[in-house]
C-alpha cells in the first residue's frame, strides 16, 4: 500500500538549542579568543552608560556576530542573531542583545571611545598582520617584491537630518544630499587587511586623511620589521596632488598615483618635444584607442605654495584616449546625430625609475588597484556598511573601526583555520553570505565542541577532511563533523 499523504498541516513552536543557522561563526570565535580579539577591544574602553543584563563585551561580542553572518542592518540582528541560541551559547550567553542595547553601545560612544577602538585596532594589525610575510608581497617586472597599500574614499549618504556630523559634499552621482566619507587604507596583495577606515565629514577631501595613515603605516612598519622602501602606495587622482606627494616622499615610500587634474597632463603633453615616441596600447573597455608616453621627471607645484617651496619632482606617465561617438544635435533642421571624436589626457606618477617599472607597466600596476574597490563592493554586499547604524556621528565612527577590526580577524580565520581550504581563497562577500551560513549543530562538553555539519551542505565533505588532518593545529578543542544521518 502507498504512504498515507498528509491532509493536514500543523505549526508549533519549540526550543531548538543546538542547532545554528551560521556553522562557521564557531571558527571566528575561536580566532578572536586564540589572539585576545574583544581583550584588546575592551582593555580600557569606558563608557558612560549602566550594565544590566549584558556586558559591554557582551555587546561588542553581537556586533562582530552581526558582521560575521553578514546582517546589513541592525535590525537584521533582531532576525539573524537573536534566535539563534546555539551561537549565543559560544559566547556564553542564553540569548544576543537586542538591538536596542546595540544602539545604546553606539550612541554611548564619543570621541574618547573611537579613539580607544582605532588605537585597539592598530594594536591587532601590529601584533597579527600578515604583511610581513614577503610571499603575499607582489612582484614588480624586475622580480622585487613590495607591499602595496591602496588609498581610496566612499561615502555613505543619508536621507536623515538627524544624523550627527553629515554634511553636504561630493557624493558621486547623489547630487544636492547629506552624508559622510569614509577614508580607507587597505595593505593589497594577498594581504588584504584594512589598514585605516575613518568616518569623515561629506566635504572632506579624501587626502586629508594621509597623514594619519602614514603614522598608522609607520607604527605597522615598524612592528613587522618591514623598510619605507619596500611600501608602493597606490591611490586615485585625489591622491595625486603635491601636497601628497610631498608626505610620500618624506616618508621614504614608493608611490603610482594618478595625477590631481587633467589640466596638468595636457599643459606636460604640449610641452613634449617633437621626438617623443607615443606607444600605443590598445582599446580600453569603453572602445577608446589608448596611447601612452613616458615624459621622465617633472616639477610639479601647486597653487597654493608659497614662494619659498620648492616643486616636487616625480617621474611622469602620459596617457591619451581617443574614442569616437555619436552625439546627438539638437536644433530645428539637425541631422539626429554627428560623429564626435573625444580626445582625454592623463597622467601617472611614480618614483619608480623606467629600469624598475617600465611606463607600459605603470598603469598596470597603477590598474591593480583592485583590492579596495572589491572591498568596498563587499562592505556594501555582505556588511550593509552604506547603511548608517546610528544617527549618532561618533556611534558611526565606532562602528566602523569594529567591522575594520572584524574584517582582519576574518581575514585570518581565513588563512589559518580554513587555510588549504577552497574557503581561503574566497571573497569576503560568498564568505559571509554563503559560506557563514552553513547550518550546523553545537555539542559542547566540557572540554569539547563538536559541530556537525549536514553532508547536503556544499564544501563540507571537503572543509571535514581537511579539518580532521589539521586539529591538533587549533587552539581551541574543536571537532567538525558531518552528519550522515
Known amino acids: 500500500m502507498g504512504e498515507t499523504k498528509a ?14 543557522q551560521a556553522g562557521l561563526l564557531v571558527t571566528v570565535v575561536q580566532k578572536a579568543e586564540e589572539i585576545g580579539f574583544f581583550e584588546t577591544l575592551l582593555d580600557g574602553l569606558h563608557l558612560p552608560m549602566k ?4 556586558s559591554h563585551r557582551n555587546k561588542l561580542e553581537t556586533l562582530m556576530a552581526s558582521i560575521a553572518v553578514g546582517c546589513r542592518h541592525i535590525a537584521e540582528i533582531q532576525t539573524k542573531l537573536v534566535p539563534d541560541t546555539a551561537a549565543a551559547a559560544l559566547f556564553g550567553l542564553a540569548r544576543f542583545p537586542d538591538q536596542s542595547q546595540l544602539n545604546a553601545f553606539l550612541r554611548a560612544c564619543g570621541p574618547e571611545q573611537v579613539a580607544h577602538l582605532e588605537e585597539a585596532h592598530a594594536t591587532l594589525l601590529a601584533q597579527h598582520s600578515r604583511a610581513g610575510d614577503r610571499r603575499q608581497w607582489l612582484a614588480l617586472p624586475g622580480g622585487r617584491r613590495v607591499v602595496p597599500v591602496d588609498l581610496d574614499q566612499t561615502y555613505l549618504v543619508t536621507r536623515s537630518t538627524r544624523a550627527e556630523g553629515a554634511t553636504r559634499g561630493h557624493f558621486g552621482r547623489k547630487r544636492g544630499q547629506v552624508g559622510y566619507k569614509k577614508s580607507l587604507a587597505l595593505l593589497g596583495g594577498r594581504v588584504q587587511e584594512v589598514l585605516y577606515q575613518a568616518l569623515e565629514a561629506g566635504n572632506v577631501h579624501g587626502n586629508a586623511a594621509v597623514p594619519a595613515i602614514l603614522t598608522k603605516l609607520a607604527r605597522l612598519l615598524a612592528a613587522r620589521g618591514i623598510p619605507p622602501g619596500d611600501v608602493v602606495v597606490r591611490g586615485d587622482s585625489q591622491y595625486g596632488s603635491v601636497g601628497v606627494l610631498r608626505h610620500l616622499q618624506a616618508a621614504g615610500h ?6 590631481y587634474t587633467p589640466k596638468t597632463a595636457q599643459r606636460l603633453a604640449a610641452a613634449l618635444p617633437p621626438t617623443a615616441v607615443w606607444q600605443l596600447r590598445g582599446i580600453d573597455s569603453n572602445g ?11 616639477a610639479l607645484a601647486a597653487d ?8 616636487v619632482r616625480t617621474r611622469v606617465v602620459l596617457v591619451v584616449r581617443v574614442s569616437r561617438r555619436l552625439r546627438k544635435k539638437h536644433g530645428r533642421g539637425a541631422p539626429g546625430a554627428v560623429p564626435e571624436t573625444r580626445v582625454s589626457f592623463e597622467h601617472y606618477l611614480t618614483d619608480f ?10 598603469l598596470d600596476w597603477y590598474n591593480g588597484r583592485e583590492t579596495e574597490e572589491s572591498f568596498f563592493r563587499a562592505e556594501q554586499d555582505a556588511f550593509g556598511a552604506h547603511y548608517l547604524r546610528t544617527k549618532d556621528g561618533d556611534g558611526e565612527a565606532a562602528f566602523l573601526w569594529i567591522l575594520a577590526s572584524t574584517v582582519n580577524l576574518l581575514r585570518w580565520v581565513q588563512h589559518t583555520t580554513l587555510r588549504g581550504t577552497t574557503l581561503e581563497q574566497i571573497g569576503l562577500t560568498r564568505l559571509v553570505t554563503q559560506a557563514m551560513r552553513i547550518p550546523a549543530t553545537v555539542e559542547r562538553t566540557a572540554d569539547t565542541c563538536r559541530v556537525i555539519f549536514p553532508t547536503t551542505a556544499r564544501l563540507v565533505r571537503q572543509l571535514v577532511r581537511r579539518w580532521d588532518l589539521r586539529l591538533q593545529q587549533l587552539t581551541l578543542p574543536l571537532v567538525f563533523a558531518s552528519d550522515s544521518s
Open 51 to 54: 550594565v544590566y543584563c549584558y
Open 254 to 259: 614608493h608611490y603610482v598615483l594618478s595625477g
Open 7 to 20: 491532509t493536514r498541516l500543523e505549526f508549533a513552536m519549540g526550543e531548538r538549542p543546538d542547532e545554528t
Open 304 to 311: 597654493d605654495d608659497r614662494a619659498t617651496d620648492p616643486p
Open 353 to 362: 625609475p623606467a629600469s624598475v617599472l617600465p611606463a607600459e607597466a605603470v
Open 288 to 298: 577608446a584607442w589608448v596611447w601612452s608616453v613616458d615624459a621622465g621627471e617633472q
